[in-house]
């Protein structure tokens, strides 16, 4: 199951299915912090009074889809998603979580996405901050199929929800029909007694990064948390069973997120297995040139995954 | 305005007054000041009934929306819902106190509160949400919005504004208390460096914000009344915003207009003077008394 074609964006394939549902349900709003998607535009031709631009003002954006959802709306507020968790953090603890609200917050541009427009727009520490507020469900996919799906989950899900998209199109996964998604997680491959657990965008490098290890010998089962919170524990130690080391995989900052959540897991569930956390160290990446240059200079490439692995299982 | 009207809510104000120190003295916290200088505007809009609200049945689907930005007034609010029939009055009585309803900052589970308050800058852009809701449904139901002036200071009321402005949001009303002052300084003087950023000129912002903008004397029931007694037949496309230059501490001379008395309770002599203020008798002993004013009706 090797990463393959580039398809359709994450992000639109999100929309477009989103789209149907607001045509069938038009207590449904979408607001966007001035942030587009050519799947979008459909929105505003066809559903005017569905959709609004409260401009570049994530508090507003926040505050105006509080009040919507007060007068019974289903919103799905939509902005960058550095923008939408940390600029406006306040308003997701205030206007949405603590009211426990029908909102789902859309950020786009997940881990380091934005590449080379730096770390105001690289949002490595989203899990963290949004996993810590009661009420927040979420979600970070790593495919369009997964991604697809999640508008019906959102849609179901009558509480506070946010889900981050890559930025560009990324490989297709999960194409063949068989994933639960709203499991919220995903055996992506099963596989031998090395578990590399990852979300989002790490989830294609766990896949190639198993590639590798196989070609010596060593046998990795893949295992996509593509929901962070709640996290289905029952069926992530299912996925986990028969596993002797576990290495989580994130393009985020270590503290708080995939590899802190899977600690957390471990001692509060006694699973003693020895964990190998995999991600960006407590730092600012300025580094321009690309996402690959920024994997490759901070370990997160798959050689340098792979090697680092293959010496720890030493 | 009949002056017999005027003179039953003049007797109300007043014992919202007597209630707010009552219940923050009991509980030794509580935004006094805040209340005193929002009193008229909010007895004028529930006992005066310029707010359409049914008491029996606080999510009735016509009410007007009653959105209290600043909230750390709640505590001049709980006396005002107790005596419209929201609350039982024994609410009051335990204010802040362990399993009652009624907390320094209102909150929405409170019957009568449509929303979290206590970090301020949230109102306004709620507001927007809920006029906007109005307008698709072409409900003719208001939204009201309380915001404190020193709160103006948060940008997110700018976003609110300017998103209210340019998509005329006519069914939002909303009431700046304009009593100049915040935690430690002045809005409307500079007199020392704690004093905070100059909101003036405020009616010539919201004007150029897309507001209508009226000015009133926020302690005087003829105004309120004359500032909103339209607002359910307003011509134009407008947001109203209504600008209620108030006292803060007003009716307390310790703290009228004074810095330092934004989150303290009188004591002692303090108590003594506030209390002889509001036409009180005078504490015999250290217990709790209670406030003998009349309900009024």
Known sequence: MASTKFIFGMRDAFFSALYEIFKRDPETVFISADNGAPTLDQFYQNLPNQYFNVGIAEQQLI??????????????AYAIAPFITVRCYEQNKVDICAMNLPIVNVGVGAGYAYDIMGPTHHTVEDLTIMRALPNMTVHSPADSYCAEALAEISY????????????????????????????????????????????????????????????????????????IKPVNTERLF????????????????????????????????????????????????FDNGGREVIWEKYGLDVRSMTDRILRWIK | MQ?????????????????????????????????????????????????????????????????????QGGIGLYPILADVGYLPHSELDNFAGR???????????????????????????????????????????????????????????????????????????CIVDRNGAGVTGYTDRIEFPCDGPQLNPLDKKF??????????????????????GDIRQRQGKKPLMIIAN?????????MEDKRLWHYRV????????????????????????????EQGE
């Open chain 2, 207 to 228: 004007e150029a914000f897309g507001f209508d903008v009226r000015t009133i004397d926020g302690h005087d029931f003829d105004q309120i009344f004359a500032a909103l």
């Open chain 1, 63 to 76: 505050g105006m889809a509080c009040g919507m959802a007060l007068e019974g709306k289903k919103v799905y």
């Open chain 2, 246 to 254: 108030t006292h803060k501490g007003k009716g307390a001379s310790i």
């Open chain 2, 3 to 71: 002056l017999e009207q005027r003179q039953t809510l003049e007797r109300k104000a007043h014992w919202v007054r007597c209630k707010v120190l009552e219940m923050a003295t009991h509980a030794k916290s509580g935004h006094i000041s805040s209340a005193y200088s929002q009193t008229e505007l909010l007895v004028a809009l529930y006992q005066g009934r310029l707010m359409n609200y049914n008491s029996k049945n606080p999510r009735w689907e016509d009410r007007d929306r009653f959105i209290l930005s600043k909230g």
């Open chain 1, 238 to 285: 299912e996925y986990l069973k028969g596993a002797e080391r576990v290495v989580t995989m994130e393009e985020h900052l270590l503290a708080g997120g995939l590899g802190g959540l899977m600690a957390e897991i471990f001692v509060d569930n006694d699973y003693r297995l020895p964990l190998l956390r995999i991600g960006q160290n407590d730092r600012y990446v």
């Open chain 2, 99 to 173: 399993d009652n309803l009624l907390g320094v900052h209102a909150e929405h589970h409170i019957p009568g509160m449509e929303i979290f308050s206590g970090s301020l800058g949230h109102g306004l852009p709620i507001s927007t949400g809920f006029a906007q809701v109005g307008l698709l449904r072409k409900k003719d139901w208001l939204v009201i919005c309380l915001l404190g002036d020193a709160e103006l200071a948060e940008g997110s009321n700018w976003e609110a504004a300017m998103f209210a402005g340019s998509k005329r949001l006519s069914n939002l009303i």
């Open chain 1, 156 to 227: 179901r899900n009558p509480g506070p929800q946010y889900i981050r998209f890559d930025r560009a199109g990324v490989p297709e996964i999960y194409g063949d029909g068989r994933f639960n998604f709203a499991d919220g997680v995903l055996l992506t491959r099963p596989g031998g007694s090395l578990a590399l657990v990852a979300t989002g965008i790490m989830v294609h490098q766990a896949i190639k990064i198993a590639d590798e290890l196989a070609k010596v010998g060593v046998q990795a089962r893949v295992i996509d948390l593509c929901r």
């Open chain 2, 266 to 293: 009188p004591a002692g002599e303090d108590l003594a003077v506030t209390r002889a203020d509001l036409g009180l008798k005078p504490l015999r002993t250290n217990k709790r008394a209670l406030v003998d004013a």
